[in-house]
């Protein structure tokens, strides 16, 4: 069964390529597909350094296979293994041996660079650093994102999950300083298929899918349709889950220079929350809720459509539209965590619309590409902000609307002056105006804009055959909110948060050995981050015209963090017995200036910050088609506050998949999580008493058990 670390691993190419007019195999799957990959072309007097998919399939199945229609140049926004990016694709193969019922804690895992408060690398809670895309575009503000993206969608629809660490690229927004999440859709395949499938888990766990999709005979027009369905009681009090998702995807090609994708989504989403437990509250019983009314009930729609037209022998114009909306109600805010989160319900409406226009040209003088074109995010935020008692709706506290725009012109230029030895240039200008309507008789109406440009450039190198090292600059800018700049308590005008990231990487793959590899360092400088800072006593003052309590705080752009490491992967089938996998990532997460009213962190640990993470896999096959694997997660000891004078050592925690293959259309499975009934929490924070708070996401022994059927 594979492991995260497959989910890495560079395709080699053959050595010998078939005809520059042949059409590669592999592109009729590939989404989006490049058009120009279906005119045949002049013969090229050498062949550069190719760019394999990232990872096709796991490094014991790696086969040789044609080179890329387009010579080496990479397409922008995607993985390869040739990319000079840091970042991990993961593959339809390796979800459906998984099958993930919380993408959290039992896929991202096995993923280098996951921080524990679901953002990439930076672990900082109400920080939207991690971007949320869906097939390439954005489905989230430039104030919201996180990990926690892969469970609001259709799971049972990916084709691909391509995780990026660090700032990627030019063609997604600059917010992202920690990653980026891609969840990439299936295409409908040629020839037709459908499928059932369902398992059921310990504590009330039951799910349903099913999907057909086809094409017609000539490959001209395509539909699929795929549908599941989540109840989980869950296993401690209030934690229960209930979720529906269906989708529809056609594809049109009405001519041969032509493709138009169309794709709805609609997701309704619910879920509670149990809240933190107390050091006494853990101890009595972990199972309980620390609060009774924290959940969430939401509704997502997608809507897309994207327009590919070649343009001469060796240009491709993209046009898109996608509207994303989210609707329904929080009864978690905050993250959950404080008691305030139980005195609040907060009544949402989003509507996002992310338009593009991309025009891409190939050039024979350095096998060079070109990219330019503009981004464009328009969204409304509505929120009505209610304090509640239990489950009953009290007095409106708030109502706001926001508008968000971005627009955002960008290029990428890319081309070889040596064989194998490639470089990539990009600039986007960003330009970002946020405007905010009080609805309430406060009337703290107002207007922020912001613009910069935000520069990136890799290289990357093939050594040896399907050997890569890279090495990428690329930098980063992150708006701060309306509620720090405009609507909030005590707001004030606070510059943007910038960063700068520096990061450098190998890669690769032995065939005849059946390894595969990849391991790169970064190293990220954040500045002007925003610090809540008390108020002066004594009431108002120009820090704080809106002080009414002694508690209240305003924000200053005082902070400066630092975040290195090194994050590695590695798949080993030495023998057709066996296979090893493990995921690893050292961070060193610090504050080089970061002063607040309860101390000077200047050279501190940031928290929730282990500096090791491992996961590790043994995959054993002891009869053909049937597979056993054995996880192992391992966390470091890290500080549960800012001072650093508290740690927590989690145990580790092993995990057991088992699946068996019964034929081409029957796939049996049954998976244990917390195999041995460990008791630990998912993450310890230091309270201002002395005390710890024990976070959500933890459990006792669970299993899960399944079949799919298809034909």
Request: charged share 20%; net charge negative; aromatic share 10%.
């Amino acid at each position: 069964m594979p492991g995260g670390a497959d989910a890495q691993s560079p395709q080699p190419q053959n050595a010998n390529p078939p005809s520059a007019g042949a059409q590669a195999p592999a592109e009729v799957k590939i989404s989006p597909i490049d058009v120009n990959a279906a005119k045949a072309r002049k013969p090229k007097k050498k062949q550069i350094a190719t760019t394999p998919a990232a990872v096709p399939q796991p490094a014991e199945q790696l086969l040789p296979m044609p080179p890329a229609a387009d010579q080496g140049r990479t397409p922008l926004g995607h993985l390869t293994a040739a990319t000079p990016i840091a970042g991990t694709a993961v593959q339809r193969e390796l979800l459906e041996d998984m099958r993930p019922a919380d993408m959290q804690r039992e896929l991202l895992p096995q993923i280098p660079g996951v921080s524990m408060v679901r953002n990439m690398r930076i672990p900082i809670g109400g920080k939207a650093y991690t971007n949320d895309l869906m097939d390439g575009y954005a489905m989230k503000s430039a104030t919201l994102g996180n990990t926690g993206f892969l469970d609001e969608v259709n799971t049972a629809d990916i084709e691909t999950i391509e995780v990026t660490r660090g700032p990627g690229s030019v063609l997604y927004s600059s917010k992202a300083i920690g990653g980026t999440i891609n969840v990439i859709t299936r295409d409908p395949p040629l020839t037709p298929e459908a499928g059932v499938w369902g398992d059921v888990g310990s504590y009330g766990l039951q799910r349903l899918g099913a999907r057909a999709a086809g094409s017609s005979e000539d490959g001209t027009a395509g539909i699929s349709i795929n549908a599941s369905s989540l109840q989980d009681e869950g296993w401690r009090d209030r934690s229960a889950r209930d979720n529906q998702s269906i989708s529809g995807k056609a594809v049109l090609k009405p001519d041969a220079d032509t493709k138009i994708t169309f794709r709805s989504e609609y997701v309704d989403w619910y879920k509670e929350y149990p809240g933190n437990l107390t050091d006494a509250q853990f101890d009595q019983n972990w199972r309980q809720a620390g609060l009774k009314n924290l959940y969430e009930d939401y509704s997502f729609s997608t809507n897309m459509m994207d327009v590919k037209r070649r343009v001469g022998s060796s240009g491709e114009l993209t046009l898109a539209w996608v509207n994303h909306k989210q609707w329904g109600t929080n009864a978690c805010p905050s993250g959950c965590s404080s008691p305030i989160a139980s005195m609040r319900q907060v009544e949402t409406d989003y509507d996002d619309d992310n338009l593009r226009a991309i025009y891409r040209q190939d050039f024979d003088f350095l096998k060079s590409r070109l990219y330019f074109g503009v981004d464009t995010y328009l969204s409304t935020k509505n929120d009505d902000t209610y304090a509640r008692t239990g489950f009953v709706r009290g007095a409106l506290k708030s109502s706001y609307s926001i508008d968000e725009t971005n627009v955002a012109p960008l290029a990428q230029y890319e081309f070889s002056p040596l064989e194998r030895l490639r470089f990539t240039l990009g600039v986007r200008q960003e330009n970002y105006t946020l405007d905010v309507n009080d609805l309430m008789p406060t009337n703290k109406d107002g207007s922020k804009s912001y613009e910069a440009v935000v520069r990136k450039g890799g290289v990357t190198y093939e050594f040896a055959r399907n050997h890569f090292i890279w090495g990428n600059i690329g930098e980063g800018f992150y708006v701060p909110s309306t509620d720090t700049t405009v609507s909030g308590i005590n707001a004030h005008d606070l510059p943007p948060e910038t960063s700068i990231t520096y990061s450098a990487g190998i890669r690769g793959t032995l065939q005849e050995q059946r390894i595969a590899y990849d391991t790169g360092i970064y190293r990220t400088a954040v500045s002007n981050m925003g610090i809540a800072m008390p108020c002066p006593p004594g009431g108002k003052s120009p820090q704080c015209p809106d002080s009414a309590t002694p508690t209240d705080t305003y924000s200053v752009a005082a902070g400066k963090l630092q975040f290195e490491g090194l994050e590695s992967s590695v798949s080993w089938r030495p023998v057709d017995l066996f296979k090893i996998g493990a995921s690893h990532t050292y961070a060193l997460n610090s504050f080089v200036e970061y002063k607040d009213g309860s101390g000077n962190y200047a050279g501190k640990a940031y928290y929730y910050s282990p500096e090791h993470h491992l996961n590790a896999r043994v995959t054993f096959y002891p009869l053909e088609r049937i597979s056993l694997e054995l996880e192992a997660d391992y966390i470091s000891r890290y500080f549960t506050d800012f001072a650093n004078t508290d740690t927590y050592q989690r145990p580790v925690i092993f995990n057991m998949r088992t699946a068996y293959k019964l034929d081409e259309g029957v796939k049996l499975w049954a998976h244990a999580y917390n195999l041995f009934d460990t008791k630990y929490a998912e993450r310890v924070g230091l309270d201002t008493k002395g005390g710890h708070t024990y976070s959500e996401g933890y459990h006792p022994l669970t299993v899960r058990a399944g079949i799919a059927l298809n034909w």
